[in-house]
């Protein structure tokens, strides 16, 4: 059922190569930058003055103004949020720096069992019992046409600051701060919602040194805030391109050096993990898990609490719940993917382009991961769905290189009007909600539209990787200098390819593959998680080169992401 990768080695332009070595750069590190587009060393500066200056970003010059006018006069503001990591981070940034300001300053965010996403009416019903004069979202807001038309009717003014791709109509907000927007020409169109909720927040402290605000005292530094920006940047998988590479830089910077927001090094402890040795893997995989766990399974407030909170102690304690979550949600998720992959016993995917799943027991809450799963399993875009409100099923999905998802849905909603009762999302990742009724027709209708969208190359799964590794570097100094840099969705990480002799194996605890392989006259340990098929006598294999520690030992070893015969 897995879909067997091309392992396809990038290529690596010369003339980059030779202009990164040049100019004194790691030959090993110029030889990965080179591949992923970096042509000048310039392309690497990741100090915090090459940021993109915030007042290229539409609307936060009226937005500095908005908020600025609205602490002056001591104005009620309620932050709306979203309950993933990314919408947990953009609050806390947005609740730290206001409150650093002097702004009267509370948040609110929807249970994602009962609510459902975004501002909606029912939200703005909500928040008015909190009296706000401002209403300000994060990391959502550019769709809720419907919620900001309520929230301007209870006589509150609104602030939109978002990243996701607007609809074909804009709601009527007093500013909407979105890079996506239309007219924004602003060249980072990857920012996360915590990017442009600090973008804001730099543009709304010069306003306020422009009025004289810190004269008489200290003026905050926002670049305490950067490890949360890092974090969450990181953990919504938005693009790495250089300006995000730089807030993910900054932000891992501070973390190493020990100056970590409390709830951060508490989600660092839960983790087991040293944030002197941070890596953007670290929040990827550990840490935006942990926190993403509040807005899957229990109460996104939960994640945004250790974020904001200066008591230490306190934010171990939560820390150490949502870890307790982290755990309960890969049960379930186990699970979920059990149970998705009985369901395609037999699956052909010759003969679909598309993958929709549903049973009545999964939870709404982990259904994306399990999508996900199933896309790196078959190469094919998936949508798994969970009951949702009452007669509805709710859908989140993942795509593949070579599909936008919500562009997709789209033209589902477009073929079958009535269909889709909400979408929205990403490229890669969307949600949906669906009568319940309506998941069969559901099935046949997207698997049509992606059919003809996506070409059979497409489909392909593609393994891209970095070539092969020269001895040298296959030692704790390559693993090092790997480690420590910034790595993410669009600046992958490097995957190596060679060819092995398996000298022995053996599985560890029945599921993952342990092995020793050699390579001319030269050892190495390996590993492949979850995969307890026995490898051939020779392979080929894709790997990444990690650090075992042992014992207070480290050494190299070889993480397996395939193999095939030699």
Known sequence: MNAQPRIHPRPVPQRALAMLTQAGIHPLLARLYAARGVVAPSDLDYSLGALLPPDALTGTREAAELLADAIEAGARMVIVADYDCDGATACAVGVRALRAFGADVHYLVPDRATMGYGLTPAMVELAARMEPDLLITVDNGIASVEGIAAARAHGMATLITDHHLPGDELPEADVIVNPNQPGCDFPSKALAGVGVMFYVMLALRAELRERGAFAGGKEPNLGDLLDIVAL?????????????????SQGLARMRAGRLQPGVRALFAAAGRDPARAASTDLGFLIGPRLNAAGRLSDMSLGIECLITDDAGRALNIAQELDKLNRERRAIEADMQEGALARLEGFDAAESASVSLYEPDWHQGVVGIVAGRIKERLHRPTIAFAPGAEGEIKGSGRSIPGLHLRDALDLVSKRAPDLILRFGGHAMAAGLAIRTGDFDRFSQVFEEVVAGLVSPADLTRRMDTDGALESGWMSLEGARLIEQDIWGQGFPAPLFDDVFRVENQRLLKDRHLK????????????????????????????????????????????????????
């Open 515 to 566: 092995l020793q392989l050699v390579r001319g006259s030269t050892r190495f340990d390996a590993i492949r998680f979850n995969h307890a098929d026995g490898a051939p006598p020779d392979l080929r294999a894709a790997f990444r080169l990690s650090i075992n520690e042992y014992n207070g030992v480290s050494s190299v070893q070889l993480m397996l992401e395939h193999f095939e015969p030699a």
């Open 232 to 248: 969450g940047t990181v953990a919504d998988v938005v693009q790495l391109d250089r300006n995000n590479r730089i807030l993910v």
